[in-house]
């Protein structure tokens, strides 16, 4: 079946560190999203980007389609970047828009 | 934001008992889903609906039903809880450029 696959499933970083997460997908993107779960349950999109690059003040992310992944870049790292970081994509081509998310990457951002 | 809100917010129920969970978007959105969290296995999808009366099945739909009779209304029905169904739900709506999905803030629901 369809595989969306999160790495690292864990991070523990300094602030002010930089990380990069990514995401593999096991077929062809239709659309593609990263969304931050902070840690009081809320989830808040931080990109649509099914390929191509784009930035948003310390955050930016990259999706490689025709190789099948995509990466967040997280720059400066602060506190309240720590939570859970998801992957979320649509493999059909038939414009169902049906998401598929990864299991997530865990960062955690010490002071 | 969308303006999605859930209700309830938690829930304790017993095994057996039907069970109705609520969202509502103000925002005229067009797609809305229904997800469940569970530890080790991220976000995975239950149902979701494209429009009025037009739903279909995400990969964990087994127990689960769902109604759609306003654009701004998505319910999700447990027809029988079990205690496999403890979870956090999640709705989301997609916005009108098909490109960003917008949650609630999520139902805490658990079944003894």
Known sequence: GIQVEQSPPDLILQEGANSTLRCNFSDSVN???WFHQNP???LI??????????????LSATTVATERYSLLYISSSQTTDSGVYFCAVDLTTSGTYKYIFGTGTRLKVLA | DAGITQSPRHKVTETGTPVTLRCHQTENHRY?????????????????????KDTDKGEVSDGYSVSRSKTEDFLLTLESATSSQTSVYFCASLGPQQETQYFGPGTRLLVL
């Open chain 1, 31 to 33: 659309n593609l999203q």
């Open chain 1, 40 to 42: 009081w349950g809320q």
């Open chain 1, 45 to 58: 999109n931080l990109f649509y980007i099914p390929s191509g690059t784009k930035q948003n003040g310390r």
């Open chain 2, 32 to 52: 809305m889903y229904w997800y469940r969290q569970d530890p080790g296995h991220g976000l995975r999808l239950i149902h979701y609906s494209y429009g009025v």
